[in-house]
């Protein structure tokens, strides 16, 4: 046998070796317990099903006075709270000016209820 012979032979040998067949057998030969192939569950055809009318409970909402009746009204400016003063800087540097950013505002809405609004405090530094 010559040496073209020999490497062709080894060349055959690992085709054969690598082919997708015996790979899988030589894998699953290697497994100690066999795989239990599952079957998909039986799905029904769509519209095989007549139709039924469907059925529901009701359920009424509880009933509430929540919620703020329009138009709201200030009542009072005096009551107002701020917020700690702050400096706000115009974007080129030469304007400034004090402000107190208001806190809480007391108002009534068309039912005479009183409506309490809390402002969240700015940030003491302007972008």
Known sequence: ???ADERRAIG???????????LVSDLQSLESQRRQIGALNELERRGARPATPGRAVYKP????????????QESNFTERTYHPEI?????????????????EVYMRD???????????????ETP
């Open 61 to 72: 909402q509880a009933a509430s006075s929540g919620g703020i009746a329009s138009p709201l």
């Open 12 to 22: 055959n040998g690992i085709t054969a070796a690598r082919q997708s067949q015996q």
């Open 110 to 124: 068309a039912n005479n209820a009183e409506v309490k609004m809390i402002y969240a405090q700015p940030p003491t």
């Open 87 to 103: 400096e706000i800087k115009s974007t080129d540097g030469l304007l400034s000016w004090k402000v107190k950013p208001i806190h």
């Open 1 to 3: 046998m010559t040496l």
